[in-house]
């Protein structure tokens, strides 16, 4: 074959092949290649302009993507160019990322693999150490962020993920539009927060956001309030039912341990009874449900409570669901239920946050989905040491894909719906 021939299937532009090596007991294939004379321009990798002079001439190998059974490393010939600006500098390919040996269109391939298959398996396809196929797909990762053009952050998200004792949390800020995680943090400090909207957000960006949906975690509202002061609150209903079920389970607790006998053998291990919806349940558990009930009144009475909070959300005006509310606690009197009553006080505190959510429509689901996302993640990963790694794997899946350009376009909210919507009733 002739070196004409092997050029057409290398396929680099501005490249010719001057000279191959095939090993058949290797299988491996060499391929050294110039540039062709008709290109001539060459780019300072320094500040990107076009360079005059030549200073050296060096060659690299590098990893390019098989050929049939063949692994192919092409030999480059480069140069080191005389640039005004910058002195002594390599040259610009936009085949070559990076200082690695591997051209881009196989590092493309190894992060495409990676997308659907673990780390360890597509260290074996391609033959590279498992640390070597995670900086490439990390590479390709970051190559495709900076492609993409990033939705605008009108509704943030602010979450925290329990991660186990050693540890303990990790901060999650995410697009509530697009639904997907913006950035990681470790620890849920106000700090935490701080150093989000100080490296990542210009204070354009910052003015931008409508909308905040947090857990009702103190340290969070005061860093939200010092940089974003026109941001409306939200606390929403999945955080605040997780504080209900919480609920339910120390009234069950409580009187688990009142109980003694064959009541308390009843009881034991229905946990996750008191806490699936009603309507989620089948009818054999339902069943399961009322005989359970039927026991005890005071858990009864919590779960129905727990139940009846949910329908908070269906409200669409302030007025109606502070009604709501209110009935709702009117219920509490008389009932000695202590965790319920001190959930009570905890809707009274942030009851700005949760009327906001009238005013603010901020998609319910996407808060519980992202977090659900996140833990399967590391879940799958068995835990990731580097975050900004698994921030950007967890980027591509399920929503947007490095492959298909993220379709969903963000929903324009009324500017109307800015200030902080809701009586302000004092309850006490
Ligand atoms: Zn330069």
Not at 43 to 50: A, I, M, N
Not at 368 to 390: P, Q, T, V, W
Not at 397 to 410: F, G
Request: charged residues 30%.
């Amino acid at each position: 074959m002739r070196e004409r021939d092997w050029t057409k299937i290398l396929g680099w532009p501005g490249y010719r092949v001057y000279q191959h090596e095939i090993n058949e007991k290797a299988k491996t294939l060499k391929l050294w290649v110039r540039r062709k004379s008709s290109n001539q321009k060459l780019v300072c990798s320094g500040c990107g302009q076009r360079a005059p002079r030549i200073h050296e001439i060096y060659e690299r190998e590098i990893r390019d993507l098989p050929c049939f059974e063949f692994q192919t490393t092409v030999v480059i010939e480069l140069y080191r160019v005389d640039c005004p600006d910058c002195g002594v500098k390599a040259e610009k390919i936009e085949a070559l990322p990076s200082n690695a040996p591997f051209s881009q269109r196989f590092e493309d391939a190894v992060g495409q693999a990676c997308e659907s298959a673990p780390v360890r398996r597509v260290a074996r396809q391609f033959a590279l150490p498992e640390s070597t196929v995670r900086a490439l797909d990390l590479r390709y990762l970051e190559r495709w962020a900076k492609r993409r053009r990033k939705p605008a952050l009108w509704q943030m998200g602010v979450d925290e993920i329990y991660l186990g004792k050693s540890q303990k949390f990790l901060t999650v800020v995410s697009n509530l539009q697009s639904g997907e995680p913006l950035w990681f943090g470790w620890e849920r400090k106000k700090e935490t927060l701080d150093r989000f909207f100080e490296t990542e957000l210009s204070a354009r960006q910052r003015k931008r956001i409508e909308a905040a949906c947090v857990d009702m975690h103190e340290p969070f509202r005061l860093s939200l309030e010092q940089w974003v002061p026109r941001c409306s609150l939200i606390y929403d209903k999945f955080h605040i039912m997780q504080h209900a079920n919480e609920a339910v389970s120390e009234v069950r607790r409580a009187e688990f341990f009142r109980k003694g006998g064959a009541a308390r053998e009843l009881i034991k291990g229905k946990h996750w009874l008191l806490l699936t919806r009603w309507v989620n349940l089948t009818s054999g558990k339902k069943q399961m449900l009322q005989q359970l009930l039927g026991l005890n009144r005071r858990l009864m009475k919590a779960y129905l409570l727990k139940e009846s909070l949910d329908r908070l959300w269906n409200y669409r005006y302030p007025g109606a669901m502070m009604r709501y509310l209110l009935q709702w606690m009117d219920q509490l009197r008389w009932q000695r239920l202590q965790p319920m009553e001190k959930l009570a006080d905890m809707l009274v505190k942030h009851l700005n946050g949760i009327l906001n959510y009238c005013t603010n429509k901020i998609p319910l689901g996407v808060v519980e989905a992202i977090d659900g996302n996140i833990k399967a993640i590391l879940r799958r990963g068995r835990g990731y040491r580097d975050m900004h790694y698994s921030c950007s794997r967890h980027n591509d899946w399920p929503l947007p894909r490095p492959n298909s350009p993220p379709s969903r376009k963000p929903l324009k909210m009324p500017t109307s719906s800015l200030s902080c919507g809701g009586p302000q009733i004092d309850l006490r």
